[in-house]
């Protein structure tokens, strides 16, 4: 079947219905809705048998779904309408929700359901649940939406009181800063959780802090430092520790409130977006909250890592790297590698670069700090290290994902192995890993087609060794099992044994220092010419500028046919949206 999606970005949730689709053999393409386009003209263009609105924040003409049926991902359940609902959802501590695949019509999110799936809502940020559980329910309500219509008998059913008997689930308006706004000295720690994960990553929570206006990004709870409410406590990896009535929170992002004539602002590390403005703090070294964490369990090693939007800057490939310097000191057989639920990683931090004086220098330093990363799991011979890639990753950070000996990989996650669409050439030792994995001919259409790639079609291709199905809640434990297995299996000494004497022979006659120095000699070149696309799209990337129309790379219908079809995922721009429903 020709579907189109109608969204207002290729975020996440619209990529991964993109991979998905493909999956099952329809024809996808992608219009994007943007300011002075016409919707109706695109449509047209497309000659769509189905049209999917994954996410939208426009109004879908009368003229378009008048033509034809047009299905909207709504991210709460029957009944419940509004530009917000995920947002409220969180900000009043709602624990079961779920996502309803409707049909657009004359009223918004009034619409006939087509389907309808529960979730639960864990106590993580908004953005976090929108790749995770949301995610999930979402595209297992559009899978059967879109199976339902194929099928050409069911109808949908009415929204009416017997669908939504519970009286929270009610159309209501857009969640303001007057409502999300901290009362330091009023609001216990709990709440101050709430409003800060309802909304993460957008639009934050504007506050004063040090005679500025900022907005709040990410919020995780402090159970020992304590202060005057309001107070800034201490500093960890970038973070700021604030005091709250009864407790503390740590702030891991800020990003300064726009002025009127000045350029878009963008999200940084709280400790550099504060400045000098930041008085002497401690830096807390043991903290209820961490980035990068280690443990071990038997003869497995652990270390988490968990950076805001899947980005790693120079300094936090450093710490990472120091931390697996020292996990590589203990005494394991399997080290596994990643994230506990969300993003794995999407390389390289576009927005501390840009926020940096030199921003071709930061850049530089940004791509090294990540190869000697990449380099040091690529010549780990001692054990066996796995990737656990519970959430989305892209570019450099698929390339991580395959320095290691096994990737395995959520069943929800989205791949990005390419760099095209940020004007780069990539490095992290992709050019030695990515063909090995899949082939020189397929990891150049990677590379040139930048479209998202499924976990199921990743295991096709040979991307990742392993596909662990399973929300996000359950990922870390099946992998904790799955990796005790593997230290005890007979074979795993001989495997680590055979790693030391292959990587002399590789480096005898391919050596990793060469890939290296070519992928980088490229690089070098990209960063250091100003005229380079990589700076102008580096720039609209981080200030969330809207392109002018869709890529013809997206707009060209696109179909799976296997282990031979490529893909992309990662996060857009625009990954959690202030208007999520069309």
Not at 51 to 72: D, H, N, Q, R, S
Not at 77 to 100: C, Y
Request: proline share 8%.
């Amino acid at each position: 079947m020709h579907i189109l999606l109608l969204a207002s970005a290729f975020n996440s949730l619209t990529q991964r219905a993109h991979a998905e689709l493909r999956d099952r053999g329809h024809r996808v393409a992608v219009e994007l809705a943007l300011p002075g386009g016409s919707l109706p003209d695109a449509v047209r263009r497309h000659e769509p048998q189905l049209v999917v609105a994954p996410m939208l924040k426009a109004v879908i003409p009368e003229e378009v779904w008048a033509a034809y049926t047009c299905l909207v991902v709504h991210p709460g359940p029957v009944g419940d309408r509004g530009p917000s609902s995920l947002d409220w959802a969180i900000h009043e501590g709602i624990e079961e929700w779920g996502v309803t695949v409707l049909q657009a019509d004359g009223e918004m999110d009034a619409g006939d359901v087509w389907a309808c799936v529960p979730c639960r809502l864990p106590q993580v940020s908004k953005s976090e649940l929108y790749r995770g559980e949301i995610a999930d329910a979402a595209l297992e309500a559009v899978l059967l939406a879109v199976e339902r219509f194929a099928g050409g008998t069911h109808v949908p059913r009415k929204q009416d009181t017997d669908c939504a008997p519970d009286a929270r689930l009610r159309p209501r308006p857009y969640l303001d800063q007057s409502v999300r706004r901290i009362d330091w000295a009023e609001d216990a720690t709990g709440t101050v959780l709430r409003k800060l994960r309802a909304a993460d990553s957008q639009p934050g929570v504007l506050d004063t802090l040090l005679g500025g206006e900022w907005y709040l990004h990410g919020g995780h709870p402090e159970s020992v430092l304590r202060g005057r409410p309001g107070e800034l406590l201490a500093t960890r990896a970038g973070a700021v520790c604030r005091a709250t009535r009864d407790g503390a929170v740590w702030i891991p992002e800020l990003r300064a409130r726009r002025l009127p004539g000045q350029p878009p602002t963008y999200k940084l590390p709280a400790v550099p977006a504060l400045g000098d403005r930041l008085p002497p703090l401690p830096e807390a070294p043991e903290a209820t909250w961490a980035d990068i964490r280690y443990r071990e369990s038997g003869d497995v090693g652990f270390l988490s890592f968990s950076f805001p939007g899947g980005a790693m800057s120079t300094e936090q490939c450093r710490r990472l790297l120091d931390a697996y310097r020292e996990a590589c000191a203990r005494p394991t057989s399997v080290l596994v590698l990643g994230g506990e639920r969300d993003f794995f990683s999407n390389g390289i931090h576009l927005n501390v670069i840009e926020a940096a004086d030199d921003p071709a220098a930061e850049s530089w330093a940004n791509i090294d700090a990540i190869d000697d990363l990449v380099e040091a799991v690529l010549t780990t011979t001692d054990r066996l290290v796995v990737s656990a890639v519970a959430g989305n990753a892209a570019a450099g950070g698929v390339m991580l994902a395959l320095a290691a000996d096994e990737v395995w990989c959520r069943s929800g996650a989205v791949l990005n192995p390419h760099y095209r669409l940020m004007g780069l050439y990539g490095s992290e030792y992709w050019t030695y890993t990515l063909p090995r994995k899949v082939g020189p001919v397929v990891a150049e259409r990677l590379m040139r087609e930048a479209l998202p790639v499924s976990a199921a079609s990743a295991l096709g291709l040979g991307l990742v060794d392993r596909v662990v199905d399973g929300g996000p809640g359950a990922f870390a434990a099946e992998v904790g099992r799955l990796a005790a297995h593997l230290s005890a299996l007979p074979s795993t000494p001989t495997r680590i044994a055979a790693k030391k004497s292959e990587l002399e022979r590789r480096e005898s006659t391919t050596p990793l220092a060469g890939f290296r120095e070519r992928e980088l000699a490229r690089m070098r070149r990209t960063f250091d010419d100003p005229d380079a696309p990589y700076h102008a799209l580096r720039r609209a990337f981080v200030r969330k500028e809207r392109p002018a129309g869709t890529p013809p790379h997206l707009s060209a219908s696109q179909t799976d046919s296997g282990p031979s079809a490529t893909g992309f995922t990662g996060t857009a721009p625009h990954d959690i949206p202030s208007r999520p429903i069309g």
